[in-house]
């Protein structure tokens, strides 16, 4: 039977200090962050804060020099994604770009598509999103129906995409399409495409949640014409190079972090208390919550140290996104169901704020990036128990 291993990752030497500039940067920024806007963080667009990022050298961090990188260790990626997202920092524009876009540039890429975007993603100044579901194709994935002809021109590419985040912000769209309709298997005749998102034909319409923000979009596209040198990678291979990226796309602090600034502000909450006012049930919610957290934080290491050894911990990285992503998930009601009158859940405080955000948002956590039932077929068959 097929194992799975989480062993610890050891982190490189001087980490504490490269932690420390870190959080002093942070710091520095200045910016009042509501307690609300620091939840789930890495979907909140702010331009200005990714290219402030940029100058500092920290989007592609781990990439080469001479595409703008800083030939850092993942290992240290880790560490300042983690405390970005601990701050709240706004990190939502270039995200996509840093964790999954620019990776695929540098394993896929032609040293022309590298040139044109890795050095502006980089200075936080291009933005990507990624076209994979799409209406009835959401789960599964290898019935997407977007549709690229080639021809003397180029691709004419027809179809639609949907819950792509910030479609209506990015510059460039990484998306699956059928480039051999006549494929035997599903799987096969599959490309991915760079889009410029200003190319006639392409249409975007953003979908409110019910918090009335808007992460993502619909995304029409209709005959719109993409240059023969924008093909990713291999023809009829895109099956295979969009899978290889979801190990990067499950496994990172985002995937058990996005409620976070929840379970700050009820910790502060409960400090300003005196001990005896504190119950029982709710000391010992605090005490789980921290427990599981402290795992979630050890798994996704391991998986970011395996990421770093060079191996793909497919299997590792589904399970870590399926418990990160219930947790997360959860802690808006398991905080609720454990609030008493001591914390004013009812007169705006920003415990309130935050925990009215995420009860209307975390249901979408386990959609994201592959959806609950997906993950455990991939979990199920990674272990060959099915």
């Not at 490189?12 to 910016?31: L, S």
């Not at 620091?38 to 331009?47: G, I, L, M, Y």
Request: glycine share 10%.
């Amino acid at each position: 039977m097929t194992t799975f291993a989480f062993d610890p990752a050891c982190l490189p030497a001087g980490i504490a200090d490269w932690r420390r500039e870190v959080r002093a940067f942070i710091e520095q920024q200045g910016d009042a962050i509501p307690a609300e806007r620091r939840a789930n963080s890495w979907s909140v667009f702010d331009a200005d804060y990714s290219r402030r990022l940029g100058r500092r050298g920290w989007i592609g961090l781990t990439w080469p020099r001479r595409y703008g990188g800083a030939e850092r260790s993942a290992l240290e990626r880790y560490v300042l994604l983690e405390e970005l997202l601990v701050a709240g920092a706004p990190v939502g524009a270039h995200w996509i770009a840093d964790r999954q876009s620019g990776p695929a540039l540098l394993r896929y890429g032609t040293e022309a598509q590298r040139s044109r975007y890795l050095p502006a993603i980089a200075r936080g100044e291009c933005f990507f999103c990624i076209g994979m579901s799409e209406p009835n194709a959401g789960s599964d994935l290898a019935a997407v129906r977007t549709r690229a002809i080639g021809t003397d021109q180029g691709w004419r590419l027809n179809g639609q995409k949907v819950w792509t985040t910030h479609a209506h912000q990015a510059h460039v769209m990484i998306a699956l399409v059928r480039t051999a309709p006549e494929a035997a298997k599903r799987h096969e005749g599959l490309s991915q495409l760079l889009i410029d998102m200003d190319s006639p034909g392409v249409k975007v319409r953003p979908i409110a949640d019910l918090a009335g923000e808007v992460h993502f979009n619909e995304v029409f596209f209709d005959d719109v014409l993409v240059p023969r040198a924008m093909l990713l990678g291999q023809e009829g291979q895109g099956w295979a190079q969009c899978t290889s990226e979801l190990s990067l796309e499950r496994s990172g602090p985002e995937r058990y972090l996005s409620s976070h600034a929840l379970f700050v502000e009820l910790l502060r909450s409960v400090c300003g208390q005196p001990h005896s006012s504190v119950s029982e049930t709710l000391r010992h919610t605090i005490g789980q919550i921290t427990a599981e957290l402290w795992t979630l934080r050890q798994m996704s290491l391991a998986v970011a140290g395996r990421l770093a050894a060079g191996h793909d911990p497919a299997l590792e990285a589904a399970i870590v996104k399926d418990l990160g992503n219930g947790f997360e998930q959860q802690l808006p009601r398991r905080i609720q169901a454990v609030a008493d009158a001591s914390l004013a859940l009812e007169d705006g405080t920003p415990l309130a704020r935050v925990l009215a955000l995420l009860l209307q948002t975390s249901p979408s956590f386990s959609l994201r990036g592959g959806t609950r039932e997906i993950l455990r077929g991939i979990i199920a068959k990674g272990l060959e128990l099915r």
